[in-house]
């Protein structure tokens, strides 16, 4: 199915001033995208009114805050465009045809399902999402403040787990994304600058929450007997990075483990494990990204190669 129209999602929290400046962005954008959706997460500090002053805005609320994974999962269900690009409230496209370069992407790689952009952080440092390489390739992941997803994929076929509240999501949506036979594929020539506040940002938090989705989503997409090594594995990878940054994060590392423990029986409920050969493929994904050639990318995912025979 061609992809023809585009809608731009955004979750946001309390950061008003970043919006808005997000939003000055994205209406200079030629051509414009079809919509542009905005979640307030429970926000109090008058961004609703604010977004007044912006056309083709349509806005929804949590009461409360509910989570960054909650509020894109809400947004990416109610977009109309055939590709669903995701931004953060911090994040904008640096170039002016954004949208058309991302259809043409999309037309151009049936393969693909997810697509990354290069994130710009400010005085022009380039991130890359993880494991990515500097040209373009098939990756394991991919950022919400610069990237988009096929809207025929998200809802039935994948989805987000609203149980992560915050972080993890996009590893675990390309990993159903690879299971179901799409491909995640970066794209440096498309380009977003994400100014990166640190307004609610807390590193150890972000860290918890990293490690304790990260192991939930071995228990629902990790198939058996390899579950335990795995999560075993990453685990004792998180611990290390723990101890990388100083005892004080070490004497607080049994709090996700306790979270973990808490939600388990919730990710049980919800396991739906994918093949291993799928799994390993693209835990492998992560240090050693595949170029950009079709075949490569067969070989290792068949079963992207089994949808497209179908298509």
Same mark, same amino acid.
């Given at each position: 199915?061609?992809?023809?129209?585009? @809608?731009?999602?955004?979750?946001?929290?309390?950061?008003?001033?970043?919006?808005?400046?997000?939003?000055?962005?994205?209406?200079?954008?030629?051509?414009?995208?079809?919509?542009?959706?905005?979640?307030?997460?429970?926000?109090?500090?008058?961004?609703?009114?604010?977004?007044?002053?912006?056309?083709?805005?349509? $806005?929804?609320?949590?009461?409360?805050?509910?989570?960054?994974?909650?509020?894109?999962?809400?947004?990416?269900?109610?977009?109309?465009?055939? /590709?669903?690009?995701?931004?953060?409230?911090?994040?904008?496209?640096?170039?002016?045809?954004?949208?058309?370069?991302?259809?043409?992407?999309?037309?151009?790689?049936?393969?693909?399902?997810?697509?990354?952009?290069?994130?710009?952080?400010?005085?022009?440092?380039?991130?890359?999402?993880?494991?990515?390489?500097?040209?373009?390739?098939?990756?394991?992941?991919?950022?919400?403040?610069?990237?988009? $997803?096929?809207?025929?994929?998200?809802?039935?076929?994948?989805?987000?787990?609203?149980?992560?509240?915050?972080?993890?999501?996009?590893?675990?949506?390309?990993?159903?994304?690879?299971?179901?036979?799409?491909?995640?594929?970066?794209?440096?020539?498309?380009?977003?600058?994400?100014?990166?506040?640190?307004?609610?940002?807390?590193?150890?938090?972000?860290?918890?929450?990293?490690?304790?989705? *990260?192991?939930? @989503?071995?228990?629902?997409?990790?198939?058996?007997?390899?579950?335990?090594?795995?999560?075993?594995?990453?685990?004792?990878?998180? /611990?290390?990075?723990?101890?990388?940054?100083?005892?004080?994060?070490?004497?607080?590392?049994?709090?996700?483990?306790?979270?973990?423990?808490?939600?388990?029986?919730?990710?049980?409920?919800?396991?739906?494990?994918?093949?291993?050969?799928?799994?390993?493929?693209?835990?492998?994904?992560?240090?050693?990204? /595949?170029?950009?050639? *079709?075949? $490569?990318?067969?070989?290792?995912?068949?079963? $992207?190669?089994?949808?497209? @025979?179908?298509?």
């Amino acid at each position: 199915m061609s992809v023809t129209s585009v @809608s731009i999602v955004i979750a946001t929290l309390n950061r008003r001033e970043d919006l808005r400046a997000t939003m000055h962005e994205l209406q200079k954008l030629n051509p414009a995208p079809l919509e542009i959706l905005v979640c307030l997460d429970g926000s109090t500090d008058g961004s609703r009114e604010m977004l007044h002053e912006f056309d083709n805005v349509r $806005v929804i609320e949590n009461e409360e805050p509910s989570g960054s994974v909650f509020s894109r999962d809400r947004l990416f269900r109610m977009a109309s465009g055939d /590709l669903i690009v995701s931004l953060d409230d911090d994040s904008a496209p640096m170039q002016v045809d954004f949208v058309s370069r991302v259809i043409e992407l999309a037309n151009n790689h049936p393969e693909a399902g997810v697509f990354a952009f290069r994130e710009i952080r400010p005085a022009g440092r380039d991130d890359r999402p993880f494991g990515a390489p500097e040209s373009k390739g098939y990756i394991a992941s991919y950022p919400n403040c610069a990237g988009a $997803v096929r809207a025929s994929l998200y809802g039935d076929v994948a989805s987000y787990p609203t149980l992560f509240f915050h972080m993890y999501e996009e590893p675990d949506f390309c990993l159903q994304s690879y299971a179901t036979g799409y491909g995640v594929l970066f794209e440096p020539s498309i380009k977003v600058l994400h100014r990166y506040t640190s307004v609610g940002r807390n590193l150890i938090r972000r860290h918890h929450q990293h490690a304790r989705n *990260e192991a939930l @989503s071995i228990i629902m997409r990790c198939p058996m007997p390899h579950l335990p090594w795995v999560l075993a594995y990453r685990g004792i990878r998180q /611990l290390a990075y723990a101890v990388s940054n100083g005892p004080s994060w070490v004497i607080r590392e049994p709090q996700w483990w306790w979270r973990f423990l808490s939600q388990f029986h919730i990710a049980w409920q919800q396991r739906r494990p994918v093949d291993w050969k799928t799994y390993w493929a693209w835990i492998r994904l992560a240090r050693n990204p /595949l170029p950009p050639e *079709e075949e $490569v990318l067969f070989a290792s995912f068949p079963v $992207v190669a089994s949808r497209l @025979s179908r298509s």
